[in-house]
């Protein structure tokens, strides 16, 4: 799973214009693979704003210019603030002195962002707030759910263009041409329309 969780971030990146470098392609026999940085990214056209949200969209992207990005694809779990404190391999690779390395390793100018790739946070306005206030108090100055990635790619991914170069986005293009995806705005007007044409019974 790490792997493909990785790819869909990747890809993520790369359609909003980053340039991607992964740290490495292999696990060290005496380090797990969850102690380090998975992704360092560059925006080559960031627009300088005053502040980001902590919570990541698409649009903020253009806002990011270096991050250093690290993916948790635990995709049954919610990262509510049981789950960080009783997880804390989640933030091994969050230390400052893996940031460092990080900065040695692949230089460069401007701020290093700090952002962590999350299956879902809490719904509820209080328990998510608690969690964005953990996730705050280690070091995080950014999150992304997955489901916001893949919204956006599913989005983004054209039925009538051909992807060979990445494996992902020709399986969402062939599930879109086969009508297994839906676009939500066109599922939400279908919707709406069904229920407005939608006749009473005689009595």
Excluded: C
């Amino acid at each position: 799973m790490p792997a493909v969780s990785e790819s869909i971030v990747r890809e993520f990146f790369e359609q909003h214009g980053f340039l991607v470098r992964q740290q490495r392609k292999y696990i060290a026999r005496s380090r797990d693979d969850e102690d380090e940085v998975d992704f360092v990214v560059w925006n080559p056209r960031a627009e300088m704003r005053p502040a980001m949200p902590f919570v990541l969209t698409p649009a903020d992207l253009a806002g990011v210019v270096r991050a250093a990005v690290v993916v948790r694809g635990w995709h049954t779990e919610t990262f509510t603030t049981g789950t960080l404190t009783n997880s804390p391999e989640i933030f091994r690779s969050l230390e400052p002195a893996v940031f460092q390395q990080m900065e040695k390793a692949f230089g460069g100018q401007g701020p290093l962002t700090k952002i962590l790739v999350v299956p879902a946070l809490p719904h509820g306005a209080e328990a998510r707030q608690q969690s964005i206030e953990l996730l705050t108090a280690k070091g995080i100055d950014a999150v992304i759910a997955f489901h916001t990635l893949l919204a956006d790619l599913i989005q983004q991914v054209e039925a009538n263009r051909n992807y060979a170069k990445s494996d992902l986005l020709q399986v969402i293009r062939i599930l879109k041409n086969y009508d297994f995806l839906k676009e939500p705005q066109m599922e939400l007007f279908k919707t709406r329309r069904a229920k407005a044409t939608k006749t009473k019974p005689a009595i």
